[in-house]
């Protein structure tokens, strides 16, 4: 019976990390981020390993781009966040 909550936690969690990540990489003037400052600007509220891992998924699935260790977001999460789409 416990098993589901937390898996559900976890999904939730794993959520807000992308949704995070997004609105840190998603600027008015689409500029790149090194992965540092990404981590420099979530400052905590998620660990190195589920940062990593939802830049790794945003990327999989086109929300970003990363060349090494440097990340943008793509034109799709761009325009996600002009409909607003995007929150934390």
Not at 62 to 72: E, P
């Amino acid at each position: 019976m416990r098993k589901q909550p937390i898996e559900h936690d976890s999904r939730r969690e794993e959520l807000r990390a992308h949704r995070l990540v997004l609105n840190v990489v998603i600027d008015k003037k689409q500029r790149p981020w090194s992965v540092a400052e990404i981590h420099r600007e979530i400052n905590g509220a998620h660990s190195t390993v589920e940062i990593e891992d939802a830049l790794a998924q945003l990327r999989v699935i086109g929300l970003i781009h990363k060349a090494g260790d440097v990340v943008h977001a793509s034109r799709a999460a761009a325009h996600m966040d002009r409909l607003e789409i995007l929150a934390i």
